[in-house]
């Protein structure tokens, strides 16, 4: 009696086995069906997203405007940083006076 238990005990687990691999193909099959439907279904989503759209033409305008303007920002401001380096000025007459006069 107790071998024809322990036989049918691996005869369960070999058709359990056989089924869960029946299962799980099953479930892969699904899986796949669903990511090529959903692959198929965004394709007309992401061919909507188009470069040459007006509103992406503006935005870009709008970004190289604004880079020109702070590169001419830039450029200004070290212009005016090297200008700050202006001559002392000097008395063109402080010779010719004596040391008692001064400017008034």
Known sequence: MCNDFIALSEYNR??????G?????????KFLASVVALAILSGPAL???????PIVIQERDKQKQAESL???????????????????????????????????
């Open 47 to 53: 061919a909507q997203a188009r470069d040459d759209d």
């Open 21 to 29: 691999i029946r299962a799980g193909v099953k479930a892969m099959r």
């Open 14 to 19: 070999r058709v359990n086995l056989v089924v």
């Open 70 to 104: 702070d590169r001419q920002y830039k450029r200004t401001l070290d212009q005016t940083r090297k200008g700050n380096d202006a001559p002392v000025r000097s008395d063109p007459w402080a010779k010719m006076r004596g040391q008692n006069d001064s400017k008034r």
